[in-house]
């Protein structure tokens, strides 16, 4: 369930500090009215913990939603997997909820390399791509690194819809770490690369 007071639009982290706003798996800054992060001793609404920014931010979104006043934007002081997904829920909460496992799923590939789900990995793979300055679809990215965060983030928040739809589209960009993740997991299952469980 969500309320009448989303979604929010993303802004970026420096444009923010004089408006209320959500921050989702960052800091605080002097705007900001709720804070949706797993980092350590961030103040996240109590019930909503979880282990990944983005669960947090769906936690949130089942809730209602209801704590953020006034704050109209959303934001983050930095790009990545758990970021993207969690700042997408709050953004477009509608279709975030319809494929909330897969999103999470990619946020738990992204921050901790963990993925029961092999179309949430590419998709985390396709997102780091997306923010490699030898890799990434999007050229040349700003040498500063806040300008860097909000290009991402604008791009990601366009593109994270067509690739949840079909993961094809964005194949160019896992494909290659997809492959090699193939072969390190074809070496476990040959016993080639035997593994040492340490219960203690």
């Avoid at 970021?83 to 509608?94: I, K, R, S």
């Avoid at 928040?157 to 949840?164: G, H, I, N, Q």
Wanted: aromatic share 6%; with cysteine.
């Amino acid at each position: 369930m969500t309320d009448a007071r989303l979604p929010l639009r993303f802004s970026a982290y420096d444009e923010t500090a004089g408006e209320p706003n959500v921050v989702v798996d960052g800091s605080p800054n002097a705007g900001t009215v709720v804070v949706l992060s797993h980092w350590p001793g961030m103040p996240t609404p109590a019930g909503c913990e979880a282990d990944s920014s983005c669960q947090i931010a769906f936690r949130y979104l089942d809730r209602g939603a209801d704590q953020h006043g006034e704050a109209r934007v959303v934001t983050n002081n930095h790009f990545d997997q758990d970021g993207l997904t969690g700042v997408y829920a709050l953004v477009d909460p509608e279709s975030a909820l319809c494929r909330r496992a897969l999103l999470e799923g990619l946020a738990s590939a992204g921050d901790f390399a963990v993925a029961s789900d092999r179309t949430a990995a590419r998709l985390s793979m396709a997102v780091a791509a997306l923010s490699d300055p030898e890799r990434s679809p999007l050229g040349n990215l700003p040498e500063a690194y806040d300008q860097r965060c909000a290009l991402l983030y604008d791009a990601g928040l366009r593109l994270l819809p067509t690739w949840l739809e079909d993961p094809q589209r964005c194949r160019e960009l896992w494909a290659e770490e997809d492959a090699e993740l193939d072969a390190a997991e074809a070496l476990v299952a040959s016993g080639k690369v035997p593994i040492d469980e340490h219960p203690d």
